[in-house]
């Protein structure tokens, strides 16, 4: 299974563009790699997902490299309000069982 | 995205009580749903997996007969905490997929969790 590094924390201030990479290291052929925010006291919610090469929606950009051992989340121009804390998974399937393996969480803290 | 709703969202109990949390996809119906345990400042660890009418699949370590989980229908999953005791305080999350294809083959949507007070 992978095993999940990211950083612990991350401090950055307003309208700056906000990089975390996470290490996914023994990712399997099938895995996805997806990334959630949380905030305190409430449930995770979902940020964005991709599989390789790079992905973008209305709040984020993910960047995979070609031996997807790693990705970057990328949240452009941060305001106070993305203070929360960002958890790196990949999601696992074997048969037809999903697995979700959780990294640590990186808190990312942003400053005026 | 899809919706979960998880209910109560605090809850506090007297030891020795039982506890029941709700879980309900709004707008899927949620093949597997699972429930995750998360205490401060630590990410979430999973706790049990079900799928609708079958038994649930305990992580290790998770004593099966003090989290009681039901998933009985496709839009309902419930976590019984038995004879709860202050050590059983946490906050509490539950989280649900639709069939794949329906959404993303990974996409899980989570409910707003639920803090356990146990005095």
């Known amino acids: 299974l992978a095993k999940i590094t990211q950083p612990i924390s991350m401090d950055s201030y307003e309208g700056q563009e906000v990089n975390i990479t996470c290490s996914h290291n023994?990712?399997?052929?099938?895995?996805?790699i997806t990334w959630y925010q949380q905030f305190p006291s409430q449930g995770p919610r979902f940020i964005i997902q991709?599989?390789?090469?790079?992905v973008t929606n209305e709040v984020a950009s993910l960047f995979i490299p070609a031996d997807r051992k790693s990705s970057t989340l990328s949240l452009p121009r941060v305001s106070l309000s993305d203070t929360a804390v960002y958890y790196c998974?990949?999601?696992?399937?074997?048969?037809?069982?999903?697995?979700?393996?959780w990294g640590a969480g990186t808190k990312l803290i942003i400053k005026p | 995205g899809a919706v979960v709703s998880q209910h109560p969202s605090r809850v506090i109990c007297k030891s020795g009580t039982s506890v029941k949390i709700e879980c309900r996809s709004l707008?899927?119906?949620?093949?597997?749903m699972f429930w995750y345990r998360q205490f401060p400042k630590q990410s979430l660890m999973l706790m049990a997996t079900?799928?609708?009418?079958?038994?649930?699949?305990?992580e290790q370590g998770v004593e099966k007969d003090k989290f009681l989980i039901n998933h009985a229908s496709l839009t309902l999953s419930t976590l019984t905490v038995t004879s709860a005791h202050p050590e059983d305080s946490s906050f509490y999350i539950c989280?649900?997929?639709?069939?794949?294809?329906?959404?993303?083959?990974?996409?899980?949507?989570f409910g707003q969790g639920t803090r356990l007070t146990v005095v």
């Open positions: 989280s649900a997929r639709g069939a794949q294809g329906l959404y993303s083959n990974t996409e899980a949507f």
């Open positions: 707008d899927f119906q949620a093949t597997t």
């Open positions: 079900s799928n609708e009418g079958s038994k649930a699949t305990y």
């Open positions: 023994n990712i399997a052929t099938n895995d996805y």
């Open positions: 991709g599989y390789k090469t790079k």
């Open positions: 998974l990949v999601d696992h399937a074997m048969d037809s069982n999903y697995q979700l393996i």
